[in-house]
């Protein structure tokens, strides 16, 4: 089985995304892989994220994926008033969005292909990824927040995620303990549901779900951001499944390989083009779809 995958497009961000892009899809046309996945971030702007999608129209095989923060960002303060929210576009519109496209929305069913399948989840973080030895200069406050000094983390402003339904809830935001282990919730169902199905299992997270996936910088307004990258849970869950063998995530923008203990975890994003260090687009979409063999 041949699987080709990446992440992190962001093709609203930039002309030179979109541009990376276009040359993924050839790429994808003359490799024509068994599955394409994509670990999330293709745009934060519905509009984009479909006609993101709808550019592999023409590809045959399975084509599998799980959003990214920034694809259930809410920019508009309108769509909040009206009460459009990031569940709305979690639970439906990116579904929809994908269906139209030939896309299977992963976060809510597995995918099945011969005795392998895949699941997937947006993920979320806890903060149990930051770096520990800075807790003395950065405090829970400043990431609850998603201020730290002159840095800001976006979701603050642009994740909209209700409490659960009912009076009480009103408008009051889910805190991102609560999300993170609602998301851990909603993958092990999934992943106990997919063990019936298939003896071997392929995960897609946009989040990271290991330390050992982190670098930290020991700078506190670098490292600040750690802290958004993913969660430990997510790791302990994966772990426990000995039927998982490769996990593949994104949002880290960095492009990394670690094998820790019998699975493999993977990320190959595209990221900005102020980390592309003067590549092309074509050189990026290169090195940053990558393929792999699974026996």
């Known amino acids: 089985m041949r699987l ?10 930039h002309a030179a995304n979109r541009q990376v892009w276009q040359e993924m899809v050839a790429i994808l046309r003359d490799v024509q892989p068994d599955v394409f996945l994509c670990c999330g971030d293709v745009a934060a ?18 084509k599998l994926l799980v959003p990214g923060n920034h694809d259930v960002w809410i920019q508009n303060s309108d769509w909040v008033h009206r009460g459009i929210t990031s569940q709305h576009k979690y639970y439906r519109l990116l579904p929809a969005l994908c269906r139209e496209a030939g896309f299977h929305p992963l976060w809510l069913e597995p995918y099945v292909l011969g005795g392998v399948a895949f699941c997937g989840s947006m993920g979320w973080y806890d903060y149990s990824l930051r770096n520990h030895a800075l807790d003395g200069q950065i405090s829970r406050q400043d990431y609850r927040r998603k201020r730290f000094q002159k840095q800001r983390w976006n979701d603050g402003r642009f994740v909209h995620w209700r409490a659960a339904q009912g009076e009480e809830a009103g408008m009051r935001c889910l805190n991102d303990k609560a999300l993170t282990a609602h998301m851990v919730q909603e993958l092990t169902q999934q992943l106990h549901r997919a063990r019936q199905l298939a003896s071997r299992l392929i995960v897609a997270t946009h989040m990271l779900p290991f330390q050992a996936m982190m670098r930290y910088s020991q700078e506190a307004e ?4 750690a802290a958004f990258m993913g969660s430990v849970l997510f790791g302990d869950l994966l772990q426990s499944i000995p039927e998982v063998e490769v996990v593949l995530s994104g949002h880290t923008h960095r492009q990394l390989s670690v094998q820790i203990g019998p699975i493999l975890t993977q990320t190959s994003p595209v990221g900005y083009p102020r980390q592309w260090q003067g590549q092309t687009p074509l050189a990026v979409a290169r090195q940053r779809l990558s393929v792999l063999d699974i026996a």
Do not use: N
């Open 222 to 225: 670098r490292d600040y951001f």
């Open 45 to 62: 702007d519905a509009r984009q994220f479909g006609l993101t999608l709808f550019a592999l129209e023409g590809l045959g095989c399975p």
């Open 4 to 13: 080709a995958f990446t992440s992190d497009l962001h093709t609203d961000v």
